[in-house]
């Protein structure tokens, strides 16, 4: 097995257990279960859990990055490229339900993770939306005084919050579609244009 591969696999396999258990409780010992390697195999490219963590961000945020700005690119109109941020968050949440407990939960129980980490992944994943807003203000298509940097916060934190009762919740009352489509028709009203 290459040494990729067996990265990847350990990853996943954090993935997995820190969802079903829960960071501070799951052990080396059960990511190495869990990726079938022996618990120094996993010595060899982490240094501990918290290292393991900050990877499973890194990584996964990075794909998730390339992914959704591919989606976005193929499109022109700014409207369109914040729905298509908006679905492509809320499927990524559901699609991937382990690594979105991850992002949710488990990460902001770390406290070291939230002070230490300078999570330059994270930015770069909201910056997306600053860049459609000043895409739609440069067209006239978004008003002129609306704060990027507030738009981007408003937007994820709406996202963030839906994600996260999803998760929380066996019974949702609407599909991941539905919810990305109000976020972004809300936000949309919001900062549009009058003609």
Request: proline content about 2%; overall charge positive; cysteine-free.
């Amino acid at each position: 097995m290459r040494v990729s591969d067996k990265h990847n696999k350990i990853i996943q396999a954090a993935i997995k257990v820190f969802a079903l258990k829960g960071f501070f409780s799951a052990r080396i010992s059960d990511i190495a279960k869990e990726a079938k390697v022996a618990d120094g195999t996993i010595y060899l490219y982490f240094n501990n859990k918290y290292d393991i963590l900050i990877s499973i961000f890194e990584e996964e945020i990075g794909k998730i990055i390339v992914e959704v700005k591919n989606l976005i690119d193929q499109e022109n109109d700014p409207r369109k490229k914040l729905e298509i941020f908006a679905i492509q968050h809320m499927k990524m949440i559901r699609d991937k339900r382990s690594l979105a407990e991850v992002l949710q939960m488990e990460l902001r129980q770390s406290n070291k993770f939230m002070k230490e980490y300078r999570n330059t992944k994270f930015i770069e994943y909201v910056d997306i939306v600053s860049r459609i807003i000043h895409k739609g203000q440069e067209t006239g298509l978004f008003r002129k005084e609306v704060m990027p940097g507030v738009a981007k916060r408003a937007v994820f934190g709406a996202l963030d919050e839906t994600a996260r009762l999803w998760i929380l919740s066996p019974d949702n009352q609407y599909t991941i579609e539905e919810a990305a489509s109000q976020i972004s028709e809300i936000f949309l009203r919001g900062i549009e244009e009058k003609a």
